[in-house]
């Protein structure tokens, strides 16, 4: 049974810097895409970012794009979350998704609804 235990989170400044882990186990990954998604209080679950396990291309929401960065390591099969330039609207629970994606036709796009697994989530908390 795939497992995702995500870690790294806690308060930072904004400004500042954060990165997030999500280690990965119980399956092999090479088909995968490894998303991340943020629910901020009061709000929708929304993507993040995300990469294709096996080609690495990466995938960001705007509102990220420049700031965060989604990373894996093979041999430690773990996806990360590289956080830069927080601000205070970045302050959300941060969630690891896998999707089987060997079928896949096109180009990826993301969905709530599409992922097979899901982390229990991280609080990143930015202060002002």
């Known amino acids: 049974q795939v497992q995702l235990v995500e870690s790294g989170g806690g308060m930072v400044q904004a400004g500042g810097s954060v990165r997030l882990s999500c280690a990965c186990s119980g399956g092999t990954f090479n088909y995968y895409a490894m998303n991340w998604f943020r629910q901020a209080p009061g709000k929708e679950r929304e993507f993040v970012a995300a990469i294709r396990w096996s080609s690495g291309t990466t995938y960001y929401a705007d509102a990220v794009k420049g700031r965060f960065t989604i990373a894996r390591d093979f041999a430690k099969n773990t996806v990360y979350l590289e956080m830069n330039n927080v601000k205070p609207e970045d302050t959300a629970v941060y969630y690891c998704?896998?999707?089987?994606?060997?079928?896949?036709?096109?180009?990826?796009?993301?969905?709530?609804?599409?992922?097979?697994?899901w982390g229990k989530g991280t609080l990143v908390t930015v202060s002002s």
């Open positions: 998704a896998a999707e089987f994606t060997k079928n896949y036709i096109g180009t990826y796009q993301p969905t709530l609804h599409g992922m097979d697994y």
